[in-house]
């Protein structure tokens, strides 16, 4: 009678299949993907986006007789700070025929620290829409400082009435492409150092050991 024992054979490892891809592509194939990837979203958002208008009015302070210069540059800071707010927003609907939380969204308004002269900007997808606000804004400002002249000495004029853009204020899509495409060279280029590395001791451990041989093999047959 013939007797062939068997030792149990541990399986040989799996090696890690995706890791092993990973390692195996070529540097830049990261930085090309990740580029390509953030241009086609930022073209794409910018083509999506629906293209916007700016239009600027401006006033200026000019003091009375019994006021001075510094003067009114000091209130053209604070008209320039109250020109968002609900009681000059109020009064502005009414010409620019929108609500007032669309005025609140779409205007904004600035100053400067050498000439008392307040910039009023509004923004939104028709252009004319967008000269209406910032006139209407400018107009509710000299209004309001008309009906303050007496007690502050200084009066808010129309130095220049907003004028219909041309074109969008808004970023074009080869615009938002570049930028895509940096955002994703970059990010391609961080995931490229955070790679794991291909090293011998990485071979050496995927290496498959074959198993113990079997008894019958090892002594022979009884």
């Not at 000019?62 to 053209?76: C, N």
């Not at 011998?200 to 090892?218: I, M």
Request: hydrophobic letters at 40%.
């Amino acid at each position: 009678m013939t007797l062939k024992t068997e030792s149990p054979t541990s399986p040989p490892r799996r090696p890690r299949g995706a890791l092993r891809r990973l390692r195996a592509l070529p540097s830049w194939s990261l930085l090309a993907a990740g580029t390509l990837t953030g241009a086609l979203a930022g073209g794409a958002y910018g083509a999506l986006t629906p293209p916007a208008y700016s239009a600027s009015a401006y006033v200026v302070a000019v003091p009375t007789t019994k006021s001075d210069p510094q003067a009114a540059l000091g209130f053209a800071q604070a008209y320039g700070r109250v020109a968002t707010q609900l009681a000059v927003l109020g009064d502005a609907q009414v010409w620019a025929g929108v609500p007032v939380r669309t005025l609140r969204e779409s205007v904004r308004s600035a100053t400067s620290p050498d000439a008392p002269m307040v910039a009023v900007t509004a923004t939104s997808a028709r252009p004319d829409l967008a000269v209406d606000m910032a006139n209407a804004v400018t107009r509710a400002m000299t209004r309001h400082a008309t009906h303050t002249k007496t007690a502050t000495h200084v009066e808010l004029r129309q130095f220049s009435r907003a004028v219909k853009p041309t074109e969008p204020s808004s970023a074009s899509p080869a615009l938002t492409g570049l930028v895509g495409a940096s955002a994703g060279g970059l990010l391609g280029g961080l995931a490229l150092l955070a790679r794991p590395r291909h090293t011998a001791t990485d071979d050496a451990r995927s290496a498959v050991v074959p198993g113990p041989a079997t008894a019958a093999d090892a002594h022979g047959q009884l």
